[in-house]
């Protein structure tokens, strides 16, 4: 059975506009989902370093529960049971946002905690043996040292929530993966308007991974 079908991005050409604004959304989106998640995941991945319950306790039920549900799941959750339960009103770009930042920030806490663990404790004594307290040495010797060795898990974990922004689309969030679906459904073109999505990403993602490797491998190597 012979197989053929006609290209047609024209459609796509004329409508540009629209999966700009979409890629706007969409890096909007990454943008605040990036700053709160890593922010947040740092005081959690200390929280899970701390021999204190007070805070090691609620921070792993925090990394647990969020690394253990779906991030769809919690973009659907934020925005239909959140309202009901709280006194605030959440719309779609918001309910993303939480969702994609506290999956962010439960996946980079272990890095974080990673990287402060795996600083050795003949560091920790030397400081001690300096009189210097216990956050001095985080500040100023622990922290020194492990920010090279997260910063590239961290770039990965930044790239995955590029990826991420595009289960907003489930809301109706108007980002880039539903632009091209509202395009498909006027000028009935879903192969070329997914093919155009895909392609963006590419070229966005593809860069990032790149440098993510780059940095690796530099980082790596400076230990």
């Given at each position: 059975m012979e197989f053929s079908y006609n290209w047609d991005f024209n459609s796509i050409l004329f409508?540009?506009?629209?999966?700009?604004?979409?890629?706007?959304?969409?890096?909007?989106?990454?943008?605040?989902?990036?700053?709160a998640g890593l922010g947040f995941g740092f005081f959690l991945g200390l929280g899970r370093y701390s021999r204190l319950q007070i805070f090691r306790?609620?921070?792993?039920?925090f990394v647990e529960l969020f690394r253990n549900v779906p991030a769809?799941?919690?973009?659907?959750?934020?925005f239909f049971a959140f309202p009901i339960i709280s006194p605030f009103e959440v719309d779609a770009f918001t309910a993303a946002c939480l969702a994609?930042?506290?999956?962010?920030?439960?996946?980079?806490?272990?890095?974080?905690?990673?990287?402060?663990?795996?600083?050795s404790p003949h560091q920790?004594?030397?400081?001690?043996?300096?009189?210097?307290p216990y956050l001095t040495i985080l500040?100023?010797?622990?922290?020194?040292?492990?920010?090279?060795?997260v910063i590239p898990p961290l770039t990965s974990r930044g790239i995955e929530a590029v990826k991420?922004?595009?289960?907003?689309?489930?809301?109706?969030?108007?980002?880039?993966?539903?632009?091209?679906?509202q395009l498909s459904a006027i000028h009935f073109n879903p192969?070329?308007?997914?093919?155009?999505?895909?392609?963006?990403?590419?070229?966005?993602?593809?860069?990032?991974?790149?440098?993510?490797?780059?940095?690796?491998?530099r980082l790596g190597h400076s230990d």
């Open positions: 409508n540009w506009d629209v999966l700009a604004h979409g890629l706007l959304v969409t890096m909007q989106i990454s943008a605040i989902t990036l700053t306790f609620p921070s792993n039920v769809l799941v919690v973009i659907i959750w934020f994609i930042s506290v999956n962010t920030a439960a996946f980079s806490a272990d890095i974080y905690r990673a990287g402060i663990q795996s600083i920790w004594e030397a400081g001690r043996a300096l009189g210097m500040r100023r010797i622990v922290f020194p040292q492990a920010i090279k060795r991420l922004s595009t289960l907003a689309s489930v809301i109706a969030v108007n980002e880039l993966l539903y632009s091209a679906k192969i070329e308007a997914y093919t155009a999505v895909a392609l963006i990403f590419f070229m966005i993602i593809y860069p990032l991974t790149r440098f993510s490797y780059f940095l690796e491998r």
